[in-house]
């Protein structure tokens, strides 16, 4: 396995102990805490051991620098797949989703500081959280990806605003995030340093003792007059479409009558988007509603299986070509339209890898009672 894959670096996690709390601090600000496999697998390690140990009443999770997590470092993986073999990208994958499940089904409290971006694999750090606290500078923002449990928080965001955010990409603020139930606090960042203070001389697993330090510093925030999120009227109208191509003739319906940016804004991402990769995301989060967290993953992981292997499609590797490669920004979808697309052809996306080399996600025994996690959002 290269070394690119797995980050080379043990300092790319950073733990802080005092008392009962352990703070595990994302150092790779200069990548934007891009997750490696080497930070997922400490993440993973340490979220293990402290549920064991009886020292450890609370879990906080930062990142260092600007950003809470820009992502997975899907450039490294790309690089070892093109080496190798596309199951060291299912390698990466498995471990990053068995973290996501881990956080999503801990029984301890756990408190995700997010500081400026957080997208794709950085969201599946941070989002599973119980308390998701986002603080009020102008560089917060979030851009989702249709893995890492998107399927199963997206899903239960209010109306079809999940489906609004996984199939543009469009970005949040922190008095965004709190309206929509993505955050459960909103706190300025001028009261981090004390905040994190007040929580490590937590001395007992107790949630609500948390919530109670949190709300101490909580503040309201306010949604500005463009938000989204005071329009979910035309969100739902649009985004509760069955298909990708109704919601695209409905929005440009919408932009008959309206003159808000955001409405062009989605169009253009749409328009702008792979194609199949807008359908596969449309039926994945639509079957998130009523499956469990365990059952999200595990679909998404015959998802992404799927898409780096090109059973189907190259564009996962077009994508990346295009973006963290070349940087032409211009990437040449296969298939290239909407209409181009079988049902049959998102189909297999749905299904088990027929590969000898594949391996079918095992998500890690939990407790008798992390059996079914709750759900947080």
Known sequence: MATSFYGGQLDQILVEEKSYVRTLILNRPQMLNALSYTMIYQLLKNFKAYEEDSNVKLVIVKGMGKAFSAGGDVKAAVRCMTEGHWTVAAKFYEKQFSLNYVMATYQK????????????????????????????????SLGLFPDVGASYFLSRLPGFLGEYLGLTGARLDGAEMLACGLATHFVLSSNLSVLEEALKGINVADPSIVCTIIDQFSIKGVLKESSVIRRLDIVNKCFSKATVEEIILTLEYETVNETEEWIAAALKSLKKASPINLKVFLRS?????????????????????????????????EGCRAVLFDKDNRPKWEPSKLESISEEMVDQYFKKIDDEDWEDLKLPTRGKHTSQATAKL
Request: aromatic share 10%; hydrophobic share 40%.
């Open 109 to 140: 409290p756990q408190v995700s500081l997010i500081n400026g971006i957080v997208m794709g694999a950085g969201a599946g750090a941070s989002m599973h959280g119980k308390f998701r606290v986002v603080f009020a500078m102008p560089e917060t």
């Open 285 to 317: 989060i639509r079957e998130g509603r009523s499956q469990n967290i365990s059952q999200c993953l595990t679909r998404e992981y015959w998802m992404i299986c799927h898409a780096t292997r090109g059973t189907v499609s190259n564009d996962f590797f």
